[in-house]
């Protein structure tokens, strides 16, 4: 009965050291999914700053932008419902 408990205790200290192995890797993998984030607005940022500086008209950089934040926004939904299902 003791060797139970203990083989108990012994489970529960490394299922809390999974988590929290896990834990920190999640949050590694969420700053380098925002970073990647920011350098596609970055990006976006730049083309709309060259077609607007080429043709002078604000509809290109506008059409470019809406793209660029369509596809992070498409992208932040795939995340969030991925975390959902998870969890």
């Given at each position: 009965?003791?060797?139970?408990?203990?083989?108990r205790?012994?489970?529960?200290?490394?299922?809390?050291d999974?988590?929290?192995?896990?834990?920190?890797?999640?949050?590694?993998?969420?700053?380098l999914?925002r970073?990647?984030?920011?350098?596609?607005?970055?990006?976006?940022?730049?083309?709309?700053?060259?077609?607007w500086?080429?043709?002078?008209?604000?509809?290109?950089?506008a059409?470019?932008?809406?793209?660029?934040l369509?596809?992070?926004?498409?992208?932040?939904?795939?995340?969030?419902?991925?975390?959902n299902?998870?969890?």
């Amino acid at each position: 009965m003791t060797e139970t408990r203990n083989e108990r205790a012994r489970q529960t200290e490394a299922e809390q050291d999974r988590k929290a192995d896990s834990g920190s890797e999640a949050t590694a993998r969420h700053r380098l999914i925002r970073w990647i984030m920011l350098a596609v607005v970055v990006w976006g940022v730049f083309l709309a700053t060259g077609m607007w500086l080429s043709t002078h008209h604000w509809r290109g950089p506008a059409v470019v932008m809406a793209c660029v934040l369509g596809f992070l926004g498409f992208w932040a939904l795939m995340l969030a419902s991925r975390r959902n299902r998870e969890d």
